[in-house]
């Protein structure tokens, strides 16, 4: 047997604000809400335990120091990485310096809240 990634969580300062970005981003829905301000997101119509891991956003964040230890990779799956690029810096996404070289094939990017992900070239199926 193996293990699978089932959440994703990530501190939030504004749970609400990141989530409402994820969910545009990935097209997730907020699938529920915990009384210290934690939001859970995923997939329409699956829930937890799907094919696709769902993000929990914890309410609180402490000072980040240096560049984070894990980041999440995405890629479009109906259009071409320019055009989601340009959606994705839209939704509020903004271009991040974490030392690349500028010959990548991939782009990085940083939500509201700085947390940085990249955006890959490969064009995906939708799951």
């Known amino acids: ?20 970005f994820w969910c545009d981003v990935l097209g997730y829905v907020e699938l ?11 997939p329409p119509g699956v829930g937890s335990g799907g094919a696709q891991p769902t993000l929990v956003l914890n ?3 402490e ?9 999440i990779d995405v890629n479009a799956t109906d259009r071409d990485q320019e055009a989601e690029l340009a959606r994705l810096l839209a939704l509020g996404a903004v271009r991040a310096d974490v030392g690349q070289s500028g010959e990548e094939s991939w ?6 809240e700085g947390n940085e992900f990249c955006l890959l070239r490969t064009q995906l199926k939708p799951v």
Do not use: F, N, T
């Open 63 to 71: 000072p980040r120091r240096g560049k984070l230890p894990l980041h």
């Open 59 to 61: 309410a609180g964040r």
């Open 32 to 42: 529920g809400r915990e009384a210290d301000g934690s939001i859970q997101i995923g």
């Open 107 to 112: 782009h990085v990017l940083a939500d509201p």
């Open 1 to 20: 047997m193996a293990c699978r990634i089932s959440e994703i969580v990530i501190d939030a300062e504004e749970p609400d604000r990141l989530a409402a």
